[in-house]
């Protein structure tokens, strides 16, 4: 490596971690968790919205994504990835608890931005979102907080993207109900 | 604190405790930290020994700890003895010679008693003063021990010395196993 | 005369003989990713580092002359410097003071046999460990897990929450303005804190004493146990907490002049539980024999 390559910062250094954990390291593993865990966290707790779940999910995940590396494309980011992951071990730890329900018809138009009329408490949003029906808070936690498009977010869930938006519909119109006001549109 | 936008909630979130351990226990090698491999194995580069020997032991006690129990249910009362568990007598008791027997599981016993049988020697390679302090904390666990089991024995049903047992024997489990590795540190070196 | 000749001729060869040899010193400079992995292992001496804001790995060291080198290898995010003996060092001095500087967003790794291990200015996760030596480290936000077996455990942060793991034998453990999650355990050394914002602590020790003072964060979650040593913990948090604390046959005090209560009509065994404020976090304190000690002020 040479120092004008350090320097301007062209190193990959994720994707130098990447190539040693596939090699078997598994210190170069954990840095990739240290660096991944809380987002990995973030997405299996609110998709659980059960602590010990999230652990489980969470470890699940690092797990499968260590046996899987062989697979992983730069193409997409770590973080995405890892995400992906995330989720398929969340939708399988909520499917021994009950039926999938099944969405009323809804229309499809744009979703907009997330934003909110007035400020409001964090702790009162979270509350919110998670007694939001399953799917919808799936879709909207991909969607709103973790930025994924309709269709990534439609892949990771395994929901034509028609659905999801109509997920995104149903969680806007329940946060709405639930918080007295408006979650606007661009 | 106040947010005016769903995109504005907090993207990671610190998960309440280390997880790494439990993962690590998946995906490190199957060596555990006792093997003999592990210490006469060819060497790779000196800072990777000494990760693995870290990551093996930390793997192991995560192992430990996920698999130890203590069968409460099998906690006998003063005087009777459980064959085949380890038994831990209490000496000098006030009232009767109590035997009070604990089920740590098999793993557990496998790898507590060949950390043990290594101990000796992994204690002469540490440095003179620093072997002295370890006999010293493991002499202070094993009066811990003692002074529980004893009480146990007077008082089998009470939960708080159970768990500071338990507890017990996962601070000395970590102790022989940071030994073993203590002792290694140098041939990474 | 010649006698004289002769023991002035032995005295100077004693003394070229036992004059000590020119001390070696050892010096490199490689290139460094800001984000990536330093490793540093030696076995006798001491290792200093501190973080600064180049891109590089500087190493400079004092060697003993029972030294073999000190190998410094660089690959894209990794950089490894490592203190080689010959495997028969015998009685020649085999310590190496390293004074090494890296960039402070580095994830610093260290191993230590009886060399004192002390770090400065990291921003990066730390992973510090020693078998005797002493292990001194500034914290910052990134985690930290600090380990000695005989030697003491110094921490300093400056109140940001990181996730900080220290453990010894018998050393003791002293950490100034902890904040964030805080995990401490020692079978006989004593341990003392000052909490800055720690949103979480957790400590068990077997025999070591146990204190700490300071501030809590909002909804703390605390877990201090020892079989016989003191447990002493004076810290309040915003929105209170609920106590807990526990005891076979230790002592239980506290400031609010609540009175602890037997557990058991037939066995020893007291508890103290209460509510301090909202009640929003949780506290609880356990041992076997060791007293128990808990104030909000």
């Known amino acids: 490596m040479t120092q004008a390559q350090a320097q301007s910062g062209e190193i990959d250094w994720e994707a130098g971690l990447v190539q040693r954990a596939r090699a078997g390291d598994a210190r170069a593993f954990e840095r990739i968790y240290r660096e991944h865990s809380g987002r990995v966290y973030g997405l299996c707790l609110r998709m659980t919205r059960d602590v010990q779940l999230a652990e489980d999910c969470t470890q699940e995940t690092f797990i499968n994504a260590w046996r899987a590396l062989g697979r992983f494309e730069t193409r997409s980011t770590l973080g995405t990835w890892l995400h992906r992951i995330a989720v398929n071990v969340s939708l399988s730890k909520r499917r021994k608890s009950g039926p999938v329900e099944s969405l009323p018809d809804d229309d499809t138009g744009a979703i907009g931005d997330w934003t909110l009329e007035t400020p409001v408490e964090v702790r009162e949003i979270e509350a919110a979102i998670d007694a939001l029906p399953d799917g919808a808070r799936d879709a909207l936690v991909l969607h709103a907080l973790y930025g994924y498009s309709h269709d990534e977010a439609a892949q990771m869930l395994g929901l034509a993207e028609g659905t999801c938006k109509a997920q995104l519909h149903r969680a806007r119109r329940l946060l709405r109900d639930r918080l007295g006001m408006e979650v606007l549109s661009a | ?189 | 005369m010649r006698t004289l000749t002769t023991a002035v001729l032995w005295m100077s060869l004693c003394v070229s003989a036992t004059a000590p040899a020119a001390a070696k010193t050892f010096d490199r400079e490689v290139a460094a990713d800001p984000k990536g992995i330093v490793d540093i292992s030696n076995v006798a001496g001491a290792i200093e580092v501190t973080g600064w804001d180049r891109n590089q790995v500087s190493v400079h060291g004092e060697l003993g002359e029972g030294v073999e080198r000190v190998d410094v290898t660089s690959e894209p995010g990794h950089t490894t410097i490592k203190v080689v003996l010959p495997n028969n060092s015998g009685h020649h001095d085999g310590s190496a003071h390293l004074k090494v500087q890296i960039p402070q967003g580095s994830e610093l790794d260290v191993s230590a046999v009886s060399a004192d291990v002390t770090a400065t200015r990291m921003q990066g996760v730390q992973r510090l460990q020693s078998v005797s030596g002493e292990v001194s480290a500034e914290l910052a936000q990134a985690n930290a897990d600090v380990k000695s077996v005989s030697g003491d455990v110094t921490l300093r942060g400056h109140g940001q929450a990181a996730g900080v793991h220290a453990s010894t034998v018998s050393g003791d453990v002293k950490i100034e303005h902890a904040a964030g999650d805080l995990e401490v355990s020692t079978v006989s050394g004593d341990v003392h804190g000052s909490l800055d914002g720690a949103r979480s602590l957790r400590v068990r020790s077997t025999s070591g004493n146990v204190t700490f003072a300071g501030k809590l964060a909002n909804g703390p979650t605390v877990d201090v146990e020892s079989i016989s040593g003191e447990l002493t913990l004076k810290a309040s948090a915003d929105g209170g907490y609920a106590y807990e604390l526990t005891t076979f046959s230790g002592d239980i005090g506290n400031c609010f002049g609540e009175h602890a209560e037997r557990t058991s009509q037939y066995s020893p065994g007291r508890a103290l539980r209460g509510t301090r404020g909202n009640g929003s976090g949780r506290v609880h304190m356990k041992s076997m024999s060791g007293e128990l000690m808990l104030c909000d002020k």
């Open chain 2, 1 to 189: 604190m106040k947010i005016k936008s769903l995109r504005d909630l907090p993207q990671e979130i610190a998960p309440p405790r280390d997880l790494w351990p439990g993962i690590a226990a998946h995906i490190a090698p199957s060596a555990d930290a006792v093997k003999a491999s592990d210490v006469a194995a060819a060497r790779p580069a000196a800072g990777r020994i000494v990760r693995l020997r870290w990551l093996a032991a930390a793997a192991a006690l995560a192992c430990l700890a996920v698999g130890m129990w203590i069968d409460r249910s099998l906690l006998p009362f003063p005087g009777k003895v459980e064959g085949g568990a380890l038994t831990v007598s209490t000496k000098g008791a006030a009232g009767p010679a109590l035997d009070v027997s604990y089920v740590p599981d098999a793993r557990y016993q496998r790898q507590r008693a060949a950390l043990l049988a290594s101990l000796q020697a992994r204690l002469n390679e540490l440095p003179p003063e620093t072997r002295t302090k370890v006999l010293a904390s493991l002499a202070t666990i094993g009066k811990a021990k003692e002074d529980l089991e004893r009480a146990l024995g007077k008082n089998p049903g009470d939960a708080l010395l159970q768990e500071l047992l338990v507890n017990t024997y996962q601070d000395e489990m970590r102790v022989l196993i940071d030994v073993h590795t203590a002792s290694n540190s140098g041939e990474g070196i």
